[in-house]
T-cell receptor, first 112, second 116 residues
Framework: QKEVEQNSGPLSVPEGAIASLNCTYSDRVSQSFFWYRQYSGKSPELIMSIYSNGDKEDGRFTAQLNKASQYVSLLIRDSQPSDSATYLCAVGGETSGSRLTFGEGTQLTVNP | GAVVSQHPSRVICKSGTSVKIECRSLDFQATTMFWYRQFPKQSLMLMATSNEGSKATYEQGVEKDKFLINHASLTLSTLTVTSAHPEDSSFYIC????????????FGPGTRLTVL
C-alpha cells in the first residue's frame, strides 16, 4: 500500500466548475499536510497547507482534513484554464523538519 | 512567501564531468534542505536530506559518493553530481524548510541537467 495515494487522473472539468482532488495517507502520526501545484516543466508551488481537522479556505481553494479518516482534499472553485496542472498531495511526519511524502499527483485539465 | 533559488537553471555537460548545483534560501534561514529528482511524467523522488553543519542523509538506493551534498550555511546547500552519465539526466529540485511552526517546504525552480 502506498503511503500517500491520490485519486487517479487525469481529471477534466469545464471552466467555472468545482474541481475536487482527493488524497489518503497511511501514517496516523502525520501532523502537516500540503497541496502543491506543478506546471509542466516547472517545480512544485505551494498552494495550501493544513494542520488541523476541518476546512481551510484561501481564495478559490479550500483544503479539507479529516485525520480520523486519514483523508485530505482540495477543492478548486470557479476553475480556470490556468489551474490546469498536476496537483501533488504531500504529508509531513510526526516532527518538525521531517521529510514530506508525496503522492503521485493528479493531473487536472480545465477546459475553456 | 519564502523564496528559494537554484543555480544554474539548466546545464548541459559531457559524460564523465561533474556538475554543481546551488540551492539558496533568500529570505529565511533553512536549517534543513531537501534534494529531489524528477524524471518526465513521474513524481518527485527524494534523494537526500541535508541539515546545516552535518552530513546529509541519503535515501535508499541513492549513491552518496556520486551525489555529494554540502550544507555549509543556513542559506546554502550544494549538490554535486560527480562523473555524470546520461542516465543522470533529470530535473533536480531542492526545497528548504525553516522547521518553524508551519514546517513548510519551499521549492526552488529546479535545475534541468542533460548529460551527453
Amino acid at each position: 500500500q502506498k503511503e500517500v495515494e491520490q485519486n487517479s487522473g487525469p481529471l477534466s472539468v469545464p471552466e467555472g466548475a468545482i474541481a475536487s482532488l482527493n488524497c489518503t495517507y497511511s501514517d496516523r502520526v502525520s501532523q502537516s499536510f500540503f497541496w502543491y501545484r506543478q506546471y509542466s516543466g516547472k517545480s512544485p508551488e505551494l498552494i495550501m497547507s493544513i494542520y488541523s481537522n476541518g476546512d481551510k479556505e484561501d481564495g478559490r481553494f479550500t483544503a479539507q482534513l479529516n485525520k480520523a479518516s486519514q483523508y485530505v482534499s482540495l477543492l478548486i472553485r470557479d476553475s480556470q484554464p490556468s489551474d490546469s496542472a498536476t496537483y501533488l498531495c504531500a504529508v509531513g511526519g510526526e516532527t518538525s523538519g521531517s521529510r514530506l511524502t508525496f503522492g503521485e499527483g493528479t493531473q487536472l485539465t480545465v477546459n475553456p | 512567501g519564502a523564496v528559494v533559488s537554484q543555480h544554474p537553471s539548466r546545464v548541459i555537460c559531457k559524460s564523465g564531468t561533474s556538475v554543481k548545483i546551488e540551492c539558496r534560501s533568500l529570505d529565511f534561514q533553512a536549517t534543513t534542505m531537501f534534494w529531489y529528482r524528477q524524471f518526465p511524467k513521474q513524481s518527485l523522488m527524494l534523494m537526500a536530506t541535508s541539515n546545516e553543519g552535518s552530513k546529509a542523509t541519503y535515501e535508499q538506493g541513492v549513491e552518496k559518493d556520486k551525489f555529494l551534498i554540502n550544507h555549509a550555511s543556513l542559506t546554502l546547500s550544494t549538490l554535486t553530481v560527480t562523473s555524470a552519465h546520461p542516465e543522470d539526466s533529470s530535473f533536480y529540485i531542492c526545497s528548504a524548510s525553516d522547521r518553524g511552526p508551519t514546517d513548510t517546504q519551499y521549492f526552488g525552480p529546479g535545475t534541468r541537467l542533460t548529460v551527453l
